[in-house]
């Protein structure tokens, strides 16, 4: 019988899930393009490169390899040889070793392995420390836990580095966990190895859990000081818990692969949580990323190159309409405070840029109580896009002041 209502409701953590701030983004592009119209999509930052041809082909390879069967379940653990190659990128990257036995963990992407570390660590009512604006997935990880969020700004003032003399010391004193994301999405921003350490002994003196997120560690636009991992402090490994992905680094973002690094027990339990819910990475996507990480790194550099390349554009187009936007020094966002005209209303700003002109950006407010009143724009496009965007935008005739 089609049409009839499901008589079973959804679990509480599910259902007190608040909407979705981006689905209605999602829902204005849809209709938008069953209407005809062109639209022109900077709102989801997703890499319109391809992985490289010698990752292709490592997949490719292992597919047919018939010395084992990739197409048969894994292990919990990883492959061995992908966690050696995790071990030697660590080496060579951050100057940082692992025990590929015991201190590495892949993951089905860094998403995955977030959500599922805050659901070994988290119990109800935890209180989780979440630094907004953010990847708003660590919001919905943290709700499904049942924690509760304590959400300290990031600020234009301080580049986006969280001041953590303004967290109370009730906060920490029952915080378990806190989340640091540099280079950071949305802003860009980027902090140095002294802020790391001050991080490094603020969870220790309150017995927190330091989540580390460097899913854009090389996409930092400066070659002097490349981003830094937080295991390049002394005493990270007692406090602290690390992810990568090679989403954006390697253009994988489909591919869904990543992995964790940290000491023992916080692998051993992340690892624990995991092998009752999956059986790790697609065998032959684990021996593309032994590929990626051992192979030639050029891609990286590449994707470095774009990205400020597509940044120095996309800000000097901006300039010219006369919206003053930063220029950022890490990933392939720009964040900017909406025009004036627009008061703090991110949304309505980014639903009028949307409608006179089919170009769609991300509201701030689906980024954390301290995203309202910004844009983010994802620089996914290629030269001649970004041309036809700023033609867009200033056939609008908006007031971008």
């Not at 989403?247 to 591919?255: D, E, F, L, V, Y």
Request: with cysteine.
């Amino acid at each position: 019988m089609s049409g009839s209502e499901f008589l079973i409701p959804c679990a509480d953590r599910v259902a007190n899930l608040p909407a979705y701030v981006f689905a209605t983004v999602f829902r204005m592009k849809e209709e938008a393009l069953a209407a005809g119209r062109e639209v022109i999509d900077l709102g989801v930052g997703n890499p319109d490169g391809r992985a490289p041809d010698n990752i292709i082909a490592a997949l490719n390879r292992t597919l047919h390899d018939d010395s084992w069967n990739c197409h048969s379940y894994g292990t919990f653990k990883g492959l061995l040889q992908l966690r050696e190659a995790i071990a030697a990128w660590y080496q060579g990257r951050f100057n940082v070793s692992w025990d590929p036995e015991s201190e590495i963990l892949p993951l089905i992407g860094s998403k995955e392995g977030l959500a599922n570390l805050m659901r070994a660590y988290l119990n109800a009512g935890d209180t989780v420390i979440i630094p907004s604006p953010c990847y708003p997935a660590y919001f919905g990880a943290a709700r499904l836990c049942e924690a509760e969020i304590f959400e300290p700004a990031l600020t234009e003032d301080r580049d986006f580095v969280l001041d953590l003399d303004t967290i109370a010391d009730d906060v920490a004193d029952r915080a378990r966990m806190l989340i640091l994301n540099y280079p950071h999405n949305p802003t860009g921003g980027v902090c140095d190895l002294a802020f790391l350490e001050k991080a490094v002994a603020w969870c220790r003196d309150h017995r927190i859990l330091l989540v580390s997120d460097i899913a854009y560690s090389e996409l930092g636009f400066s070659s002097d000081a490349p981003p830094a991992s937080v295991f390049q402090v002394p005493g990270a490994r007692e406090v602290a818990v690390e992810f990568q992905s090679l989403s954006k680094s390697h253009n994988m973002a489909g591919w869904r692969v990543g992995f964790a690094v940290g000491g023992p027990e916080v692998i051993a339990n992340l690892g624990r949580l995991k092998s009752n819910v999956d059986f790790s990475v697609f065998g032959g996507i684990q021996m593309a990323a032994v590929e990626a990480l051992t192979g030639s790194q050029q891609i990286c550099a590449d994707n470095r190159t774009l990205y400020q390349h597509r940044r120095d554009l996309m800000v000097a187009g901006y300039r010219e309409l006369g919206w003053n936007v930063p220029s950022p020094p890490a990933t392939m966002y720009i964040w900017a405070r909406i025009p004036a005209a627009w008061g703090n209303d991110d949304f309505a700003f980014i639903t009028e840029v949307f409608e006179k002109s089919g170009v769609l950006l991300s509201p701030g407010s689906g980024f954390g109580v301290h995203g309202r009143g910004y844009v983010r724009t994802s620089l996914v496009i290629d030269d001649a896009r970004i041309g036809r965007v700023m033609d867009l935008l200033k056939d609008s005739n908006l007031d971008w002041d």
